[in-house]
């Protein structure tokens, strides 16, 4: 593989995203990157204001799953690599409706994956999730060679396109490497997802919905340490393998939320359970020795001092936060929570 120069990167506006950009361009000061995002409801362009005006960043506003915009930009761009982060991401908007997960994460990485093997791209990473492998029971762990079996319509679609990676790596020797990481934390993350919901719903002294018992387990990892695992297997990975990713930090959805009143001072009368997700899985709980052995990664941020600089990071962006959530996001509130908060 040449070494990666100029690198295309979907989905950069959303939380990991960003990230990721921000740190490649850190971490390599030759580096292009093009940053192709739709800027759908998750995608945010003040999410990399600082790298806007970096003379080796530049956006393109687009659909992965446009053929035409995408195989004239792969075909001409001159991409070493291709990391695939576009997708919609989260399990509760699936539930309401799962269209739009099969169009972008399954249709919009066929398209990637055509005009990358036609452009002959060096190298192909495929950022996929643990929730691919479905559910586990109290004990035990996902290795990479744990069997698939996706429990919503958001990992059936990223399992599907998973598949789809295996299947050009299989049938045409095509580059790819798919990560499958836990649940990230950390900065810029839409608040959707249980921590940044929590701890903007807590700063307001708005109640906490957590869904059924609450003592459904994650496995937490920083955002960084998930980006640096993934700069890790697009340079020193294998083409066909896969490779997992995990913070060694497994709590209940209780435990965190206990942790985030805490920090933030706020009462446990904020807790209010309500109805649980359909489907929910139980337990998610990654075994990370592979990459820690050949890619020599490992997960480098602690949990608490995490928690706590993500918590500094959203009081601090309360702006930020009210921008986001107001518009289309207080209907999608309404639709999820509104019966559930109201009983
Ligand atoms: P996000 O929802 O914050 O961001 C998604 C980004 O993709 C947004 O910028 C959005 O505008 C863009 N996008 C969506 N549809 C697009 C399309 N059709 N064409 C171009 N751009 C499009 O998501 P995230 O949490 O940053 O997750 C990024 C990736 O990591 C996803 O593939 C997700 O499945 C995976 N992942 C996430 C987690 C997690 O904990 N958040 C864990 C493991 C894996
Ligand atoms: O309001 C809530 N109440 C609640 O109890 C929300 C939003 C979540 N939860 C629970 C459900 C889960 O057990 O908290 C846990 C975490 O939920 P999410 O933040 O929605 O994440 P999860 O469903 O675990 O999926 C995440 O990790 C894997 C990401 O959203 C995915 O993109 C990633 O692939």
Redesign the pocket.
């Known amino acids: 593989m040449n070494p990666i120069r100029r690198m295309l990167v ?8 960003s990230m990721f950009i921000r740190l490649e361009l850190e971490a390599h000061p030759d580096l292009q990157i093009v940053n ?5 409801y ?2 945010n362009l003040e999410n990399l204001a600082d790298v806007a005006t970096n003379p080796r960043y530049q956006l393109v506003r ?4 446009d053929r035409e915009l995408v195989g004239k930009l792969i075909g001409d761009g001159g991409f070493d690599a291709v990391v695939n ?6 399990v509760d908007r699936s539930l309401l409706d799962s269209g739009p997960f099969i169009q ?1 994460n399954v249709v ?1 990485t066929q398209v990637l994956l055509d005009a990358s093997w036609q452009a002959k791209v060096g190298r192909y990473l495929q ?4 929730e691919v492998y479905g559910s586990l029971g109290p004990t035990g762990f996902f290795t990479e060679e744990t069997s698939i079996a996706p429990n919503s319509p958001y990992s059936a679609s ?1 399992a599907a396109a998973d598949f789809l990676v295996r299947a050009y790596c299989h049938s045409f020797d095509f580059p790819g490497i798919i990560t499958r ?4 934390y950390g900065p810029y ?2 608040p959707e ?1 249980l921590i940044p919901l929590f701890i903007s719903n807590a700063l307001a002294d708005k109640p906490l919905p957590v869904y059924g018992t609450g003592l459904n387990v994650r496995d937490w990892i920083h955002v960084a340490d998930h980006c640096r695992g993934i700069s890790a297997a697009l340079r020193l990975g294998q083409v066909g393998e896969v490779y997992n990713f995990g913070g060694r930090q497994e709590q209940t959805n209780l435990e965190i939320t206990h942790l985030l009143l805490e920090y933030l001072g706020k009462p446990a009368s904020l807790i209010k359970y309500v109805t649980d997700r359909p489907g929910h899985d139980q337990r998610y709980a990654i075994d990370c020795t592979k990459a820690e052995t050949q890619l020599a990664w490992k997960p480098q941020v602690p949990f608490t001092a995490g928690l706590r600089e993500t918590i500094d990071w959203y009081r601090q962006n309360g702006d930020w936060v009210q921008r986001i959530k107001s518009g289309a996001y207080l209907k999608y509130y309404e639709e999820q929570y509104g019966n559930r908060l109201s009983s």
């Open positions: 979907t989905g950069g506006c959303g939380f990991i995203g192709l995002d739709k800027l759908t998750a995608g687009g659909d992965i799953a982060f576009a997708a919609e991401s989260h972008t919009g950022v996929s999730t643990d990223k990481c836990s649940n990230n993350q839409f997802k």
